[in-house]
């Protein structure tokens, strides 16, 4: 493990485990609730109450995670932006700090929309823009300027560059790849949602896009 992501998984962890909690106390599934877990992975359910059915899609399938999962646990290879399941195939549909990585506002709306289809209920959270920090550089105020200024200051103006020594080619490859989201966006992407706010310090760090029980076809878990 790189000595960034070994940063982030020290910071992620007391988040990881307030919002699963969070998850569990708003949208209530119950022990039988299908879940597609869109681009994460087993670690983050590791304080989940019951072994819940999960499909956990990403791009590519880590080599040997497959054989390390609990047997509740089903890893597959797949876009998030083209999710290839029939309607309303899973009772959740839930996605943590993913949807701003597939780079454009139009794969964001394909992502959104794919969600919303296959899933009964939603739980789809994502940083904030508005937030002073950018929490994948881990450094103040840097995603509010311009895209030609952030260029200039990721490698030597940033904890990411600083701990993984980006090549110029990497820096465009993540200006290429991460685009935070405002409120207003969220909204536009889940009209048939709830955008809940999870606060840090007063702040908005993040939004959760949820299609709660009084808008969902059928309780999770239920025919």
Not at 87 to 108: C, K, L, M, P, R
Not at 141 to 148: D, K, L, N, T, Y
Not at 184 to 194: G, H, I, S, Y
Request: glycine share 6%.
């Amino acid at each position: 493990m790189t000595p960034i992501h070994r940063l982030y998984a020290v910071l992620s962890k007391r988040f990881r485990a307030r919002r699963l909690k969070w998850f569990l106390d708003v949208i209530s599934p119950d022990p039988t609730s299908t879940i597609l877990d869109v681009g994460g992975y087993p670690w983050f359910w590791e304080s989940a109450p019951h072994p819940y059915p999960i499909t956990a899609l990403n791009p590519h399938v880590i080599p040997g995670l497959a054989e390390k999962a609990p047997a509740n646990f089903k890893l597959v290879a797949g876009d998030g932006c083209k999710l290839e399941y029939p309607d309303q195939s899973f009772d959740i549909v839930f996605s943590n700090s993913v949807i701003e990585h597939v780079g454009t506002y139009a794969n964001q709306q394909a992502f959104a929309a794919h969600a919303r289809r296959v899933g009964r209920y939603l739980w789809i959270q994502t940083p904030a823009r508005e937030f002073f920090i950018e929490p994948h550089l881990l450094t103040p105020f840097i995603h509010f300027f311009p895209r030609s200024v952030q260029a200039r200051l990721l490698r030597y103006g940033t904890v990411w560059g600083w701990l993984t020594k980006p090549s110029p080619a990497e820096v465009i490859g993540f200006l290429d790849e991460v685009r935070l989201l405002t409120y207003a966006e969220m909204k536009e992407l889940f009209p048939d949602c709830v955008i809940l706010r999870e606060r840090f310090m007063g702040f908005t760090k993040s939004y959760v896009a949820i299609r709660p029980p009084q808008t969902a076809p059928n309780p999770p878990g239920k025919a």
